[in-house]
């Protein structure tokens, strides 16, 4: 399921509009992208659980021209 159909499932489910659903969604994604770049763990029980994870440098490669890279670390 994409966001588009995430907004008609419920805006059908809630008898809102679908651009009202999507006001909805959009802001609860804005609040659980920022709490976990702020470093917060975000848990909804019965749904999942949202962190922020370091991780370290690592090789990897370009699958179109196999060409190996490093990624730096980043978190």
């Not at 008898?15 to 969604?25: H, L, P, R, S, Y």
């Not at 920022?34 to 917060?40: L, M, Q």
Request: hydrophobic content about 35%; charged content about 30%.
């Amino acid at each position: 399921m994409n966001k588009g159909e995430l907004v008609d499932a419920v805006a059908a489910k809630t008898n809102i509009t679908k651009k009202q659903a999507d006001e909805v969604i959009s802001a609860f994604l804005s609040v659980v992208t920022e709490a976990v770049a702020n470093g917060e763990k975000v848990t909804l029980i019965g749904f999942g659980s949202f962190e922020r994870r370091d991780r370290s440098e690592r090789e990897g490669r370009n699958p179109k021209t196999n060409v190996q890279l490093l990624y730096p670390e980043h978190g």
